[in-house]
């Protein structure tokens, strides 16, 4: 069960990176980095790109 929730308040916070990243004015190819790095590196991924990845514009 607690391991079902932490797998969707990950998925979540995914979907949200991305979307932030996506929405970034970041360049095309600094955005595929980035979601590439999020996805393949979940939890440091995330915590990387949270700190010193794209803002949104």
């Known amino acids: 069960m607690l391991e079902g929730l932490l797998g969707l308040i990950h ?3 995914a979907i949200w990176a991305i979307l932030n990243i996506l929405g970034s004015g970041a ?3 600094s955005k595929i980095l980035w979601t590439l790095f999020v996805l393949l590196f979940p939890i440091v991924g995330l915590v990387v ?3 010193i990845g794209p803002k949104s514009a």
Request: avoid cysteine.
């Open 11 to 13: 998925l979540v916070v």
């Open 27 to 29: 360049s095309g190819l």
């Open 49 to 51: 790109w949270f700190f």
